[in-house]
């Protein structure tokens, strides 16, 4: 089977499974397979893949047409221009969740202290700390799994020396106070996970995304004791479904935080709120 073909082949098996970038995961999967670039593959389309490239090659097509997340079979996602390490026990970081990233860079300061919650790999965080200077996250979850991807990713990027996890349901038992808080809290509602497409359903922890009945649950929990955690003039982000701007800023205005506002994604989605405690 020459390149040419792989492609050809695996674009038209997971076009058949319903994948909608099938022609862009299959040279993914052709680049983990072969161990080559695009450009490179573009450029020697006639070359036979050996025995070896081809099996893995086949194999990667056959999980991913049972609709394993491509990222959980590459174990890898992009995120922020970062490589970060994925697996089954982690939500695979969304591009959405940039918007976040990119709206707390704006506050970040020097040497800034935060606390992100629901840290799964860790991505917020440790996209944070790569972005600044002198700046350090302790970052908790309730998943033992998840911590253990996280801290790997920490030490993969060179950030293990600012980067410290608690396990516990949401809140470190500590008196300490952050300068930024932030947030990616599982926020789907329960009854919407069922219609949700099968990488996602069957594939993410569901721990990671249920939200419970009305997908507010965690938010209720962060923005009413977010201030115990906060220095004076700190701020509290979290990243909301498309549906829950108005819900959650008002969530954060009864709990009396300030300058509160409703940030939308690059697809024009409302995805962020953000407050100031003071
Ligand atoms: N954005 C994710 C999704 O749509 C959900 C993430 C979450 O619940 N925090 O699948």
Redesign the pocket.
Known sequence: MTIKQAQEEGGKRLQAAGIEEATFETTLILEESVGMGRAEMLAHPETELADKQEERFLALVKSRESRIPLAYLLGRQEFMGLTFAVSPGV?IP?A??ETLVEEVLRHLLDGMRILDL?TGSGCIALSLLHYSNGTTALATDISEDALAVAADNATALGLGDRFTTIRTDLWPDTAERFDLITA?????ETAVLEG?QPE?RDR?PRI??D?GEDGLRFYRRIVSEAPAHLCADGWLFT?I?FDQGERVRQLFVSAGFHEVSVIRDLGGNDRVVKGCWF
């Open positions: 939500l969304r959405d969740t629901c990616n809290p599982p926020y789907i949700l996602v993410e990671a995304l939200g990243e479904g």
